[in-house]
Nanobody, 124 residues
Framework: QVQLVESGGGLVQAGGSLRLSCAAS????????MGWFRQAPGKEREFVAA????????YYADSVKGRFTISRDNAKNTVYLQMNNLKPEDTAVYYC?????????????????WGQGTQVTVSS
């Protein structure tokens, strides 16, 4: 089993940057594809970004492409989400998730483990 703990959220002005981190427990971190999702009030959880086990492949939602960067450090059991040029519509609770299945997926229901989330608020 994997436990995930997000950090790095906060309040930032539009145009600013934040870096989210997600620390994973266990010794099999590199056996999981990792994803970031977000959920705004009254909306469904949506895909933000994902990264393969080795870090060699990354995927992004169109809404964040060019502004967000996902990366991972398997030696530190940590996945990151660098968020630049933040917009008020990026305001949400951000979750990291781990998927032990084959193939990187954008579907939240296919992820096996989830963190508790971290709030990101972007003011205009």
């Amino acid at each position: 089993q994997v436990q995930l703990v997000e950090s790095g959220g906060g309040l930032v002005q539009a145009g600013g940057s934040l870096r989210l981190s997600c620390a994973a427990s266990g010794r099999t971190f590199n056996s999981y594809d990792m994803g970031w999702f977000r959920q705004a009030p009254g909306k469904e959880r949506e895909f933000v970004a994902a990264i393969s086990r080795s870090g060699g492949r990354t995927y992004y939602a169109d809404s964040v492409k060019g502004r967000f960067t996902i990366s991972r450090d398997n030696a530190k059991n940590t996945v990151y989400l660098q968020m630049n040029n933040l917009k008020p519509e990026d305001t949400a609770v951000y979750y990291c998730a781990a998927d032990r299945g084959l193939g990187v997926t954008r579907t939240p229901q296919l992820y096996d483990y989830w963190g508790q989330g971290t709030q990101v608020t972007v003011s205009s």
